[in-house]
């Protein structure tokens, strides 16, 4: 049985992250180090957190499942990063069986095995995508983005991009207009052609 350290659960969310009415789900561990990490608390030893198992889990969310079920909403694990943990997902699928949909919030910086194992357990990719130049990519994250890439060319061999809505930031000081247009045109060669367009909003301390 998997057993993941969970940031934080958050019921009742609509239309922010899939479809109807959504708890999101946030793991503890992130590949990446964003010099604007909208969940620091992702990152560090994570000693204080609650762990769960699947079960566990599907104990506390199910009480919403009315919900889910009339509006087709369900879980959205984001984090952090929750395709490190392809197994607690998958065994989270057996539990709570196909009529939930699940959505995985990530930035696909994970090895393609765990895309593979995921693909036939969820239903929506949402994708920050960052920038597919790999220097901005480097610059802004800390890491390359050549599994991401990878990533992205399984899940367009699988045809699964219809399943995927891919964010496209704007990130201030790290890439501009006619970068972002041009992570656009890749992913669409690809065959993507969901977008979320928009700008971080960079917190002033």
């Known amino acids: 049985m998997s057993l993941s350290k969970i940031i934080g659960v958050a019921r009742h969310r609509l239309s922010t992250d899939g479809d109807g009415v959504t708890t999101l789900v946030a793991f503890h561990g992130c590949p990446l180090r964003c010099r604007y ?27 919403d499942e009315l919900y889910f079920l009339a509006t087709n909403g369900g879980i959205t694990f984001g984090g952090g990063e929750p395709c490190l943990r392809p197994d607690f997902i998958s065994e989270f699928r057996g539990l709570c069986g196909p009529a939930w949909q699940i959505n995985l919030e990530t930035s696909l910086n994970v090895p393609s095995a765990n895309i593979e194992a995921l693909l036939p357990v969820v239903n929506t990719l949402i994708i920050d995508i960052k920038d597919m130049n790999p220097d901005i990519y480097r610059n802004y994250t800390g890491q390359s983005n050549d599994l991401v890439l990878d990533n992205l060319r399984l899940i367009a061999e699988s045809g699964r991009q219809s399943d995927c809505i891919i964010r496209i930031p704007l990130i201030p000081n790290y890439n501009t207009d006619t970068d972002r247009e041009a992570s656009r045109k890749a992913l669409e060669a690809l065959g993507f052609n969901r977008f979320d367009l928009f700008t971080y909003q960079i917190r002033k301390h």
């Open 37 to 63: 990490c909208l969940n620091p608390q992702s990152l560090g030893d994570g000693s204080r957190l609650r762990e769960y198992s699947p079960q566990s889990l599907y104990d506390e969310v199910r009480i």
